[in-house]
């Protein structure tokens, strides 16, 4: 029997924290499927990868280097004998810079392959090479712009640990008051950690999302 000053809470419809903690799980939930929702509507990348066919229109044997970093340091390099080509893969609007020299080492250029869409047979020669770039590819790149991404990456990354951790808690918090303690307890939240950081965590924002929806119209219910 339920004394009448304790008032019975049940965690599917009332939440157990405090406002603030109840305010700061929506907030997580918020979060967690706005990111979801973003990453399942990006463009796939991959698609934007198409192949340049590299060849060589010269009468003596060229060596294609793929630059890394700067064209002083290289990824791939090929040696190409007259009127062949080797197939490289490039992405739309993304530089892959490649160095074109003969076998004495004189250079008489670079391809940046950068294109902005993706057309299938293309080709550069040998002839078509232009000047190489003299300092690092990524020098474009601002510093705010690296600084920006990094934070990026990091209120990613934080939003989806706290989903994580939030939809851990909750699981315990169910089972606690379901009286399940001790080895049970144990036992199954092994598991349900384990779907948890697998996704689990979606459908538990979902399920706080909707608790949070049900709160809401009870309390702006008019009382009967």
Same mark, same amino acid.
């Given at each position: ?16 924290w405090?406002?603030f ?5 929506v907030i997580?939930?918020?979060l967690?499927?706005?990111?979801? &929702? ?9 698609d %934007? *990868?198409f192949? $340049? @066919? ?8 060229a ?5 890394g ?9 090929e040696r190409v004998?007259?009127g ?5 893969n ?18 008489p ?9 993706s ?5 550069v020669s040998?002839?078509? &090479? ?9 020098? %474009? *790149?601002?510093? $705010? @712009? ?11 990354v934080?939003a ?5 951790a939030?939809?851990?808690?909750g699981?315990?918090r169910l089972?606690?008051?379901r009286?399940i303690?001790?080895?049970?307890e144990?036992?199954?939240?092994l ?14 924002d979902?399920f ?7 709160r809401?119209?009870?309390w702006? &219910?008019?009382?009967?």
């Amino acid at each position: 029997m339920v004394h009448p000053s304790v008032e019975k809470v049940n965690p599917y419809t009332e939440h157990p924290w405090s406002p603030f903690q109840r305010q700061g799980e929506v907030i997580v939930a918020i979060l967690g499927i706005g990111l979801f &929702a973003l990453f399942a509507t990006l463009p796939d990348m991959g698609d %934007d *990868v198409f192949t $340049v @066919a590299l060849r060589n229109d010269t009468a003596h044997v060229a060596i294609f280097k793929q630059c890394g970093d700067t064209c002083r340091s290289f990824y791939d390099i090929e040696r190409v004998r007259p009127g062949e080509s080797v197939p490289a893969n490039t992405t739309e609007n993304v530089a892959n810079w490649w160095k074109v020299t003969d076998e004495a080492g004189n250079i008489p250029g670079c391809w940046s392959l950068l294109y902005a869409h993706s057309t299938r047979g293309l080709s550069v020669s040998v002839s078509e &090479a232009g000047p190489c770039p003299t300092g690092g590819l990524n020098d %474009d *790149v601002s510093l $705010v @712009a690296t600084i920006l991404w990094w934070l990026l990456t990091l209120v990613i990354v934080g939003a989806l640990l706290g989903n994580v951790a939030v939809a851990i808690v909750g699981a315990n918090r169910l089972m606690t008051h379901r009286g399940i303690r001790g080895n049970a307890e144990a036992i199954l939240m092994l598991p349900l950690t384990i779907i948890i950081v697998f996704g689990g965590w979606l459908i538990y924002d979902l399920f706080v999302l909707l608790c949070e929806g049900f709160r809401l119209l009870r309390w702006a &219910a008019p009382a009967t």
